[in-house]
């Protein structure tokens, strides 16, 4: 008796002081490990019931009926190796893992679970005692041969275990990673990854690690490891925790309300579950998940907090142009985990004898390691969002080659799917981001890369995923001696990046367009010149005349040198590896500086013009206006070759020869306007997108914009060469420095 | 027509209207910050002093003779010195009546403990000749040594009381002399506590030729001591820590660098309670172990002997490599145990505790190498006593406690009751060499989260976990 009280105090004291020495975490108070039927295992000896156990205080109906439903079939099966990649096999066809045992609370919330206890009791077909071989190694659970024992040195008299085997907690990055990839916390071990080793399932199909360790500090055989001075994992490194994002749904320190569902004037709704009825019914459905491959049974959309739901896109990206551009665009993992250092899983070949995978990354198949491995870069794929939008998002593919239906007797025919894995985890930031304009800008662009498949297999046909998942197959599918190979093409989805994007027949008729008005500039000089050499008009008499006002010299100049500028950073924005004068995005900044001024130069002038009233000389007199332009037209391709003289003198109000003023109006009126505006609709895709998309998107609006730079261009080169065709070659180019132009004196002026 | 002038004036005009828009409104690279180089000195190379020294030199003070000839002020400049004098101005100190003097010639440490009857030995290492006593003539600038600085030759070497040993060359020291170098200063920084990398911790003979993996400014930027710690009239910059009283010649990181270099905002904001040896400074002792624990109350057994375990006359030790500092709040100030001072006996005596907590705004968390001993005390008095240990009475020849506090105490005449013990005493060393290249700076998990722990945050005052539970809440009128 005397015993049994010392004892009771000496538990209630532990109960007491353990909360002070096991941190802030020993709140859980003490229970009974209870079995299927309710009885104390103490008593019973059997197999430990969870469900039962946990159920004393916890609903355990709720948790099971709210629970991310693939969490109970992967997390149960007892699947290793080969069987889970037949899994994935049957994953990438769309069939749904087939469901197992209820899960196991201890496997999240014991601080030191025994998973591969509890594995081996699943393998070695002992389901009912798989949660009780969790417990093993605790100093709750001895495991005798095929037999699992209580140890009664973990229990008090009353049979509830002591508080330090009762401390449940939340579960941290060690728990998730026994199934879901390469959680590594400590800081005094490298991070070593073997190849093969299936069981970290992100680590395997995406070449996902969770750790704070620098890359430089781990144990793998990395090319150019020392500079890789950033984290695998950079909320990792920052001490979040896989729950930090993938929280209970309905834990009240989380939990986010639908903004669908919440009246609009409210930002923050204060309603949620309190402590205690949340540690009753805690959701076991955990937000994230949503884009695992479609047709799994992991498919649930659930309210997680995403980047955005903690950074601030505009404050991060000060140096960004065309933010909301880009961010309507991209996904930001797509530019924030540029690279994958851990062996992740190209192809798997369950077809032929044995398995074979091909890892990606340079890591061999095989066990000698003779290379360096480089890890790979995802590939960007456009992906349906929620809202229906579509940005681009960083994806792994793997080829599982499998046995089609089975014939029996005959020869089985061999084929592959393809199946994307999306990437969410490895973010990194600073310098090891993708910042560099051109790295998606460019002809060779990240967005349009080409993604090994598989080694060729003859007779062997391939398929890509539907487009149903929500990952579009933007690409195409190629064969090559050395493989399969999918290259991405962005263009499809309707995406239109410049510096990458191009449609060639536009460039194709600007090209041509523009050769013939050299062929013609250079066929009608050679006649000119020839003409010239025949019949020297010497020692006509001249006189200078008056043209150009000074503004109207400020203001041509100024727009010929800011067309200028802006075709030849056009030409750099259009193909910044060809044109490489400047970076893309100096191009972009310039251009869009010189396309405001060529704006304002041309309010300018236009107000000049109107209230000068010189505006008057761009007008066409309507009578007999055709036949004054043929008579030009006659004289430029007759009249000039013999001599004549031209059909219109210059005068101070009549500057422009009929044929200017057409071309002229046709250049402000419809070219320059078109131009303007299919530019400010170009950059007005950051601003106003929805104005921009009803106006035919960036797919329609650049190619334009770019065809009728050409047409700018042919102009500028006949507009330069028709200067030369003044008294002499240079006496317009004077004309319009100086303002005075030298003219022949006509017969009747003498 | 136009003149020329006027036609450029127009040119001009066309192309400004388009120059300085593009200015104005393309973004502009902020300009560089502070470079650290600019507070780097460039140092002029020395004269060739060959042809200018011919001796014959048989004296140390002969030499310093030839050189007060061209360099009449340098011996005055150094006598000025801590260099020279081994003892501070006099300071008020808080909760002390009297100003104090301190210094190497009256401190008292965990080492060797005091060098009041013990000079010779400990005096080599002073900037002078002939320190053999209490009588020492602090006022002949024929005593100052300043080949011990400025000697390249490499064979200077001082013995006893700072007097060259017989194998030096003199003539060959004096026409080599030039701008001090490592080795002139780790001749005695390095070896502080009467070998190498016994004290410090930062400081030890790694750093005569050190690779960046010691320290990043030494190993990849080639640097001196002379870099950090310059000199105007012979009076060297920088502090020690255990003895200084004052900031004056504090050395600081934000001397060259900028408080908030970091690109990262979240470490920007560390730098209110974070010092940057902090992160900087994540393991001391990189390649060379150096002194933790040092039992003196184990001495005089005839138990085998190593430098690194036990020795008869200093009794046991314990070295570490790699050694994880131990931090602490620290406003630069820190308090000092002085002779006499009570002690309680039961506990720990700290003898010189870093000065600021969680409260003090001056303060930020610092990295510190935790010398802990067991040393000698009056039992009766309740003090520490500073034994005599060199000589022919002293306790390495005689291995007497009684005797070695005796002669010890006539010399710092501070009454011995005959009564001694030995008690617990902690010494700090801050740390600020060796600092990591950037590439090894802790990361966030060192000290935030489950892994490392490398901080105790109930010690140094928070309710826990900053990351978690708040950083420190200063008082504004602070």
Redesign the interface.
Known sequence: MRLESFLRMAALALALLLPAVVSGQAMHPVFSLLDEQGGNVLVTARAVSAAKTCGQCHDSDYIAAHATTGHADQMNLATHGIERLERAGRMNQGGAPSSAAAMNCFLCHLASPNNEARLAALAGGQAEWSTTATLEGSGMVLRVSDRWHYQRSAFSPQGTLLPHHAQMRDPENHHCGFCHGHVHTRHDEPVLIAAGDIGPWSTFTTGQVIAPQKISESGLNLAGKERLVRAWDVHAERLLDCVSCHFSVNNPAHQQADPARQPGHLAYSPRRLDIRQYLHQPSHILAGSATLPAGSALSVQTPMRRCEGCHDFDKAHPWLPFKARHRSSLTCETCHIPQLYAPAAATIDLAGTGTHIVYRGGTPSGDVIHELVSGYRPLILPRRETDGSLRLAPYNLITTWTHGSTETGKARPVSAEVQPWAIHHNVTHGAFVVRDCQTCHDRHSMLSATFFLSTPRSGGTIELWPESAGVLPAGELVHQAEGFYFTAKPGTAGFYILGHSSVPWVQWLGGVLLLLVLAGIALHAFLRIRAHRHAEADGEETRLLYLYEPYERYWHWLQALLIIGLILTGLTIHAPGRFAWMSFAAAVRVHNVLAALLLFNAFLSLFYHFASGKIKTYLPEPEGFFNQMFAQAGYYLSGIFKGEAHPFEKSQHKKLNPLQKITYLVILNILLPLQIITGLLIAGAQEWPAISRQLGGLGFLVPFHSLLAWLFAAFLILHIYLTTTGHTPLSSIKAMITGWEKVPVHPEEK | ??RKKT?WM?LA???G??AL??WL???HRAAPSSDPWDSVPVKKPGTDHTRLLNGPFTSGSEVTVACLKCHPQAARDIMRTSHWTWESKPFRMANRPEPVTLGKKNAINNFCIGIQSNWPPCTACHAGYGWHDANFDFSNPELVDCLVCHDRSGQYIKGDAGIPEKSVDLLAAARSVGNPTRENCGGCHFRGGGGNAVKHGDLDGSLYYPSEEIDVHMGRHKFVCTDCHQTTAHDIKGRSFCLSQDMAEQIRCTDCHQETLH??E?INKHVNSVGCPTCHIPNVAVKQATKVHWDWSQAGQDLPEDDHDYLKIKGRFVWEKNLVPEYRWYNCLSEHYLLGDKIDPSGVTELNRPRGDIRDPKARIMPFKIHRAKQIYDATYHYLLQPNTVGPEGFWTKFDWDRAARIGSEATGLPYSGNYGFVRTDMYWTLTHMVAKK?KAL????C??D??KRLDWIQLGYA?DP?THGSRKLNASN
């Not at chain 2, 990361?443 to 060192?446: E, G, K």
């Open positions: 027509m136009l036609l127009g005009l066309v192309v209207s388009i828009p593009l409104l393309l973004p690109k990262d979240r590439e990361q966030c998990t060192s935030h989260g892994h490392e826990g990351m």
